[in-house]
Nanobody
């Protein structure tokens, strides 16, 4: 079983930056992909980006391209989401997720961390 835990959320002014962390624990961690998602009140969950574990490819949703960056630290079983040039529209609960195969759905989810961007 894999457990994921996000941290690093908080309140930041527009234009500022935050770095979220997602630490994995449990069995030997070797997912196919790690993803970041967010959900704002009254809105559907939105895909932010993902990293392919085997080859380190990363891809991002259009709303965050050029502002957000995913990275990882294998030794710490941790994935990061660096968020720059934050906007009030980025306010949401942010989740990390893992899937153990390249097809299908994300199997494991963290509990989420709140990010609030003030104008």
């Amino acid at each position: 079983q894999v457990q994921l835990g996000e941290s690093g959320g908080g309140l930041v002014q527009a234009g500022g930056s935050l770095r979220l962390s997602c630490a994995a624990s449990g069995r030997t961690f070797s997912p196919a992909r790690m993803g970041w998602f967010r959900q704002a009140p009254g809105k559907e969950r939105e895909f932010i980006g993902a990293i392919v574990w085997a080859d380190d490819r990363r891809y991002y949703g259009d709303s965050v391209k050029g502002r957000f960056t995913i990275s990882r630290d294998n030794a710490k079983n941790t994935v990061y989401l660096q968020m720059n040039s934050l906007k009030p529209d980025d306010t949401a609960v942010y989740y990390c997720a893992a899937k153990m195969t390249n097809i299908g759905v994300y199997n494991y989810w963290g509990q989420g961390t709140q990010v609030t961007v003030s104008s």
